[in-house]
């Protein structure tokens, strides 16, 4: 794996991106981390400093369109960036009085799940290609892979996202650049805390980012885990509809949607 001195997170604040970047703190390592939640972020901020990291933090709202490409820009400003993790997302779903998402939910689902990661990694790649090396992290979901009816809007997003890192992949092939697709099964983070019904086989997002960066140290296109959801998904895939319906009946679930969805990111 290349040198990874400097390393830029989104959505660091809790959970996943937390566990990356405790796990990546160590000394010579400069972490570039944003979210928009400050306390949270600046507690996992103490945390780096504490193992030797040089932290920088930044609270953006990544809605907007120029907040990520912005901020890549002022970290890439103070040298090359050598590990870029796109990790900020929020979740919605279908609620106990409703069939789907809230309406007023989609936009913020699609800015910060999708629109977001490419407009950062549009902003980062130029100059890891120019450099010859670099990698790009992006945090999708099993549910791009087998979308679930209870958050559709999600799905589409991450699946996007996932179609999005395959095509930049290949198109950096050669270049020294390496893309990573990450499509977890549940983590235990605000999300699951939202959901209410099954979260089979979660794991924390310590093992998470275990699993990721162990990815990445091996140079892997795609890193899809726990293993036991990604068999199942990719079984049930090759079943007639109806059956995978049925099995998938007990899957089902309802979501706790934040008043302000952005709240666990």
């Not at 996992?44 to 901020?71: F, K, M, Y």
């Not at 997302?89 to 007023?104: C, N, T, Y």
């Not at 791009?144 to 999600?154: F, K």
């Amino acid at each position: 794996m290349q040198e990874l001195r400097r390393i830029a997170i989104t959505g660091a604040s809790s959970g996943l991106g937390a566990a990356l970047a405790k796990a990546l703190a160590q000394p010579g390592v400069s972490l570039h981390l944003c979210a928009r939640r400050v306390k949270g972020l600046e507690e996992v901020a103490g945390a780096c400093r504490a193992s030797g990291a040089e932290v920088q933090t930044s609270s953006i709202d990544l809605r907007n369109p120029s907040a990520g490409p912005a901020w890549i820009e002022a970290i890439a400003a103070g040298g090359p960036i050598d590990l870029l993790i796109l990790n900020a997302g929020i979740f919605a779903g279908r609620s106990e009085k409703g069939v789907m998402e809230p309406l007023d939910a989609i936009p913020g689902l699609i800015a910060t799940n999708l629109t977001s990661p490419l407009l950062c990694a549009t902003a980062a790649v130029p100059a890891m290609r120019a450099r010859g090396r670099g990698h790009v992290v992006l945090i999708s979901s099993l549910s791009a892979v087998s979308p679930s009816p209870d958050s559709p809007g999600y799905s589409a997003a991450k699946a996007g996202l996932s179609a999005y890192g395959k095509a930049l992949a290949d198109d950096l092939a050669g270049t020294g650049v390496l893309v990573h697709v990450v499509e977890p099964g549940h983590i235990l983070s605000h999300h699951t805390d939202q959901q209410i019904g099954a979260v089979p086989l979660a794991i924390t997002p310590e093992a998470a980012a275990d699993h990721i960066l162990r990815g990445v140290k091996r140079g892997a296109a795609r890193i899809a885990f726990p293993l036991l959801p990604r068999l199942y998904v990719r079984l049930t895939d090759l079943l007639p509809r109806p059956i995978r319906l049925l099995l998938n009946r007990s899957q089902r679930f309802t979501v706790r949607n934040d008043p302000d969805p952005l709240s666990g990111e």
